[in-house]
């Protein structure tokens, strides 16, 4: 257990760059006073270190140990340009989601410039049942959801979110078949979302990359499309991540598919 949160604490700061105590509070549900000890134990150890009043960082030690860096402002810059082309590509926002402690969130969003209408799904936390995002990354980190109890706790957004722990243990199984998640109003009436996870195993199956848009305009054939282009897409840049090859978004967004077209609801 003490390691177990001193490791939800290194990757919480990792994956921040910086963090205060109420950072990591906030990701890993730790009580403050024990996070505060712990952060002072890993100081010693020259795991952190702290770079300005109340922030910290990983400490050079560490960085010693651990030569890759999987920070959200490294992620973003490595997938941000496939996303973006696959944006106006495709008149839809598209979206990189990671797991942070046991959580999934949304740090980074591209949009479309060419003038469509588009829908923006937002930055920050989501429900592991009711998001693409989310249960793209549950289907392929199953310590997600057996960390807690499950049962009773799947809030209904709308009347199309899963409630019931074996409808989405289901659902779980049939993403892992096809290879990416769908959310069809499950969180928000009128909204559709797909998303992938960067790979089935390692540090990919922590992130995904997603796409959002409306019901009328992400319809059925829509989403099996666009969830087909994600994977595509997640494989080359997961490659990337592993340092295998450098990203070509003119690869890493496969033009093989008509775009959708523009979603009803304007967000500029």
């Given at each position: ?105 949304i740090i980074h969003v591209e949009t479309p410039d060419t003038g469509v209408s588009f829908l923006h799904p937002g930055l920050g936390k989501r429900p592991l049942h ?83 848009g409306s019901i009328r305009v992400f319809t059925p054939e829509t989403r099996d499309r666009i969830g087909n282009v994600l994977c595509g897409m997640a494989r080359d ?32």
């Amino acid at each position: 257990m003490h390691l177990d949160r001193m490791t939800l604490i290194l990757e919480t700061v990792g994956q921040k760059g910086e963090a205060t105590v109420a950072d990591i509070c906030a990701h890993t549900d730790l009580p403050r006073p024990s996070a505060y000890r712990l952060v002072q134990e890993l100081v010693g150890a020259g795991l952190l270190e702290p770079v300005a009043r109340g922030r910290f960082a990983l400490g050079t030690r560490l960085k010693r140990i651990v030569r890759s860096d999987h920070s959200d402002a490294a992620l973003i810059e490595i997938v941000a340009p496939a996303l973006r082309q696959a944006s106006a590509e495709y008149g839809a926002a598209f979206f990189l989601s990671r797991q942070r402690g046991r959580a999934v969130e949304i740090i980074h969003v591209e949009t479309p410039d060419t003038g469509v209408s588009f829908l923006h799904p937002g930055l920050g936390k989501r429900p592991l049942h009711a998001c693409s995002c989310s249960k793209a990354v549950a289907a392929f980190s199953p310590d997600l959801l057996a960390s807690k109890t499950l049962e009773g706790r799947l809030k209904a957004y709308t009347e199309f979110t899963l409630t019931r722990v074996e409808d989405l243990a289901a659902e779980l199984d049939v993403i892992r078949a096809r290879g990416y998640a769908e959310c069809v109003e499950e969180i928000e009436r009128g909204m559709c979302s797909v998303a992938a996870p960067l790979a089935d195993t390692g540090p990919g199956a922590t992130m995904s990359i997603g796409a959002t848009g409306s019901i009328r305009v992400f319809t059925p054939e829509t989403r099996d499309r666009i969830g087909n282009v994600l994977c595509g897409m997640a494989r080359d840049l997961s490659r990337h991540l592993a340092g295998v090859e450098a990203v070509d978004p003119a690869t890493a967004t496969p033009r093989s598919i008509n775009r959708p077209a523009a979603s009803g609801t304007a967000v500029k």
